[in-house]
């Protein structure tokens, strides 16, 4: 059993795989510093997923470029293709390159790699649909037994904004034979579902102590935000950059991968149904570790702020 929090310290940080989409919501990018700024996290490596995948590893790649980060080993997913998308204006013509670190052609062999040589089991961190662990758990069932998985994803009795029923959440929705396939591995599983992060928006003061911040990093951010904006289109009414964040779903993961605090933690018996619900069912359901509801939000909202900010 993975007992998390007090044993993952800046003295003795958690190894973790990140699999992301980003280049599509704003809230991997978030999510992204977020990581990188928690002590108590060592990320070895970042795996592009769910298609345009070029793109994705484009935009990760100049994010961790800008921020000093360029050391970190990327893994390219499947359906390596280079279509715009919605941060394609802060991106540029910037090029995988023009990337100091390592990039790997075969991402899922690269992530399959780096669990199997971890010397202390991974944590598989997924903030979007989970094609690329299908497909490594596919090629390798043994990485089950070196990581534990910690993802974004469904809905349990909240859908999304605070729905008080649930819903096919996006990650799950658009394929969920690829977690039916994550959640039958022999691997713990802990999940963020809509229920605890889709309720997180940055507004007021927390906010601003982003959106004004003189830190590199969040300059970043806000670029990125502020392109983003204009070419969303789930998004009405679209939220004021200067005044609040849109809805950070991938941070409380990040959380979730070293910490249980400010969460309601329950041990569920879930079932992925053919049309992405993730439903309580007692008598098929695998037992994963969910994070149902807040003890205190605005307390993790301050975190996620002070983390995110450089200030811890």
Same mark, same amino acid.
């Given at each position: 059993?993975?007992?998390?929090?007090?044993?993952?310290?800046?003295?003795?940080?958690?190894?973790?795989?990140?699999? =992301? @989409?980003? %280049?599509?919501?704003?809230?991997? $990018?978030?999510? *992204?510093?977020? #990581? !990188?700024? +928690?002590?108590?996290?060592?990320?070895?490596?970042?795996? =592009? @997923?769910? %298609?345009?995948?070029?793109?994705? $590893?484009?935009? *990760?790649?100049? #994010? !961790?470029? +800008?921020?000093?980060?360029?050391?970190?080993?990327?893994?390219?997913?499947?359906?390596?293709?280079?279509?715009?998308?919605?941060?394609?204006?802060? #991106?540029?013509?910037?090029?995988?390159?023009?990337?100091?670190?390592?990039?790997?052609?075969?991402?899922?062999?690269?992530?399959?790699?780096?669990?199997?040589?971890?010397?202390?089991?991974?944590?598989?961190?997924?903030?979007?649909?989970?094609?690329?662990?299908?497909?490594?758990?596919?090629?390798?069932?043994?990485?089950?037994?070196?990581?534990?998985?910690?993802?974004?994803?469904?809905?349990?009795?909240?859908?999304?904004?605070?729905?008080?029923?649930?819903?096919?959440?996006?990650?799950?929705?658009?394929?969920?034979?690829?977690?039916?396939?994550?959640?039958?591995?022999?691997?713990?599983?802990?999940?963020?579902?809509?229920?605890?992060?889709?309720?997180?928006?940055?507004?007021?003061?927390?906010?601003?102590?982003?959106?004004?911040?003189?830190?590199?990093?969040?300059?970043?951010?806000?670029?990125?935000?502020?392109?983003?904006?204009?070419?969303?289109?789930?998004?009405?009414?679209?939220?004021?950059?200067?005044?609040?964040?849109?809805?950070?779903?991938?941070?409380?993961?990040?959380?979730?991968?070293?910490?249980?605090?400010?969460?309601?933690?329950?041990?569920?018996?879930?079932?992925?149904?053919?049309?992405?619900?993730?439903?309580?069912?007692?008598?098929?359901?695998?037992?994963?570790?969910?994070?149902?509801?807040?003890?205190?939000?605005?307390?993790?909202?301050?975190?996620?702020?002070?983390?995110?900010?450089?200030?811890?």
């Amino acid at each position: 059993v993975f007992s998390i929090g007090p044993n993952s310290s800046a003295n003795n940080p958690l190894p973790l795989i990140l699999d =992301t @989409d980003i %280049g599509d919501d704003i809230d991997d $990018t978030w999510a *992204l510093m977020m #990581l !990188l700024r +928690s002590e108590a996290i060592d990320t070895k490596l970042i795996t =592009t @997923d769910f %298609g345009n995948t070029r793109y994705r $590893t484009r935009l *990760l790649a100049k #994010l !961790l470029d +800008s921020i000093g980060y360029g050391n970190i080993p990327v893994g390219i997913g499947p359906d390596p293709t280079d279509k715009a998308g919605n941060q394609s204006e802060w #991106l540029g013509d910037y090029q995988l390159e023009d990337y100091p670190g390592q990039i790997y052609e075969d991402g899922i062999q690269a992530l399959i790699d780096t669990i199997k040589q971890s010397p202390e089991p991974a944590t598989l961190l997924c903030i979007g649909p989970v094609m690329n662990i299908a497909e490594a758990l596919r090629r390798d069932p043994s990485i089950a037994k070196n990581a534990r998985f910690v993802g974004m994803h469904g809905s349990i009795r909240t859908g999304y904004d605070g729905e008080p029923k649930p819903a096919a959440e996006w990650n799950v929705k658009v394929d969920p034979k690829s977690l039916q396939t994550v959640f039958s591995a022999p691997w713990e599983c802990s999940i963020t579902p809509l229920d605890t992060c889709g309720l997180v928006k940055l507004k007021g003061e927390t906010y601003q102590k982003v959106f004004q911040s003189r830190d590199v990093w969040m300059k970043v951010l806000m670029d990125n935000y502020r392109m983003w904006l204009p070419k969303v289109t789930w998004l009405d009414p679209k939220p004021d950059f200067r005044l609040m964040s849109s809805t950070l779903f991938d941070t409380v993961a990040v959380h979730l991968a070293h910490s249980e605090e400010f969460l309601v933690m329950e041990d569920l018996p879930l079932r992925v149904t053919d049309d992405g619900y993730t439903v309580i069912d007692e008598k098929n359901g695998r037992i994963v570790r969910c994070a149902t509801a807040w003890k205190n939000q605005s307390a993790f909202e301050d975190k996620l702020v002070q983390v995110i900010n450089g200030e811890v």
